[in-house]
């Protein structure tokens, strides 16, 4: 194993599996990672050469039957991530989001019918049958690139009410596995800052209770009817009953949009795909309250485009000192989600496994997904200054290096950048051992 080109960058798992499991572990993920369509487990055997492999269902095994912990994997997987793209000191920021993986069949059991916000627009709703995930993402720059990043890191299956039901149990719902994870991320990272974005699903004064208590920082879309209030009057001496909650109510955002007295202040931001576009905003603190909650301290901002040509929206902080420009910019920082989602479905091959035990599905997929910020994690490896080529074509001009580049990348590196031997008597002519020449072709012409 030491001579595997992964073996280096997945030492720190390698304490989460036993040596057997290790060793099939290893070729699994380089066989996912070579192989193009399915990310099955007989494709990935494919494009290690082991399709004569007689024992093969104990590769299988290692998603179905062995025993090792997601969790423990996502813990390292996190911390290593944390070590190589942020720097010592700065706020580690995390998004989270739910991604809706499209599956079939009966023996699938924890399917169920989801809304689907990719085939859905704003005049038809679309709704699919399959696995809806959980995710946390860790939000980095790569070197190769100007552009953020969201390295998927820990993901939890979502189960429907329905399902619940059947099994006798109490349904949670997203912001109560969300609360769960950040207390879990908070343990894996002690005395770090952090910072969660999320969006309008995460809105929830419980959940920015939890943030506040776990000191992180919650920032997500605001209700333009949410109820706001100032704080609390001091206490007069001698005053009898209980202390109040909160002061007098505010204005709601719908009616601070409307006020001519409203100061709005002008930004310049970097809009996702866009480039630079002006906005306005104003901001203020607050207590957001609802009945029989605690009330929650946040800082709102309201934003609105001067041409008229985009909604107006709100979003909070829980951290009061926060700006609001810098509200806005951290809450930018969540577009990326759905390109990670889209590249791995395109080329991680989400939504093309065909497990069926329940154990399996639960592993599979965040696998997958992790296997994003492994690419990642290879790629700074092997190019730290971010010099990673960019695939270019006579159409298209790239600027900047995609995900696609990196993979290729790490490709290349895992066929040892095809430095094969040379022919004596011509030197154009490469001496390719036949295994590699068989794999090559079931990577080539296989489909599945």
């Known amino acids: 194993m030491r001579s595997h ?21 290893v070729l699994l993920v380089e066989g996912a990672l070579l192989t193009h369509g399915r990310r099955t487990v007989a494709a990935a055997l494919r494009a290690m050469g082991l399709q004569e492999e007689r024992h093969f269902n104990r590769f299988h095994h290692v998603l179905s039957r062995a025993r090792w912990s997601s969790l423990q994997l996502s813990r390292l997987l996190l911390v290593l991530l944390v ?45 699919s049958r399959g696995l809806k995930w959980l995710c946390l993402m860790l939000i980095v720059t790569p070197p190769w690139t100007k ?31 969300t609360k ?44 333009f009817d949410a109820c706001l209030y100032t704080p609390p009057p001091a206490r007069q001496p001698r005053q009898m009953g209980r202390p109040r909650l909160i002061g007098q109510r505010l204005l709601q955002l719908d009616q601070v949009l409307d006020d001519p007295r409203t100061t709005w202040h ?24 609802r009945g029989g909650q605690v009330p929650l301290p946040i800082r709102w901002v309201l934003t609105r485009d001067p041409q008229g040509e985009r909604d107006a929206r709100a979003y909070f902080s829980t951290d009061q000192q926060q700006s609001g420009l810098a509200i806005i910019l951290d809450f930018m920082k969540r577009w990326p989600v759905e390109v990670t989602f889209e590249e791995t479905r395109a080329h991680l091959g989400v939504q093309t496994q065909r497990q069926w035990s329940d154990q399996a599905i639960e592993r ?49 590196h895992l066929w040892n950048n095809f430095s094969y031997l040379t022919s004596p008597e011509n ?19 296989s489909s599945a």
């Open 5 to 25: 080109p992964l073996a280096l960058l997945l030492a720190p798992f390698q304490s989460a599996f036993s040596q057997p499991t290790w060793r099939k572990a």
């Open 83 to 127: 070590q190589t793209f942020v720097q010592p000191g700065a706020t580690v920021e995390l998004v989270v989001d739910e991604m809706l993986e499209r599956r079939w069949g009966p023996h699938i059991a924890k399917c169920a019918y989801y809304h689907d916000p990719v085939r859905s627009s704003q005049k038809h709703r679309k709704i």
């Open 147 to 177: 552009r953020s990043w969201a390295l998927p890191f820990l993901c939890v299956l979502l189960t429907s009410e329905e399902r619940d039901a059947r099994l006798g149990r109490r349904h949670k719902t997203v912001p109560d596995w």
């Open 180 to 223: 769960q994870l950040v207390k879990l991320v908070r343990r894996w990272l002690p005395g770090r800052a952090i910072k969660l974005v999320g969006d309008g699903a995460y809105s929830v004064v419980e959940l920015g209770t939890v943030c506040r208590k776990q000191q992180i920082t919650l920032i997500a879309p605001l209700r």
């Open 266 to 289: 002008r930004s310049w931001v970097k809009w996702y795909g866009r480039g630079q576009q002006q906005i306005e905003w104003c901001s203020g603190t607050a207590l957001w309250y």
């Open 364 to 412: 599979t997929t965040p696998c997958l997904l992790g296997l994003y910020s492994l690419v990642t994690l290879m790629g700074q490896k092997l190019y730290p200054e971010g010099d990673i080529p960019c695939q270019q074509t006579a159409w298209y001009r790239k600027q900047q290096a995609t995900f696609i580049d990196v993979l290729a990348a790490v490709r290349r």
């Open 427 to 445: 030197p154009d002519v490469i001496l390719l051992p036949r295994s590699d020449l068989v794999r090559l072709a079931d990577v080539v012409c």
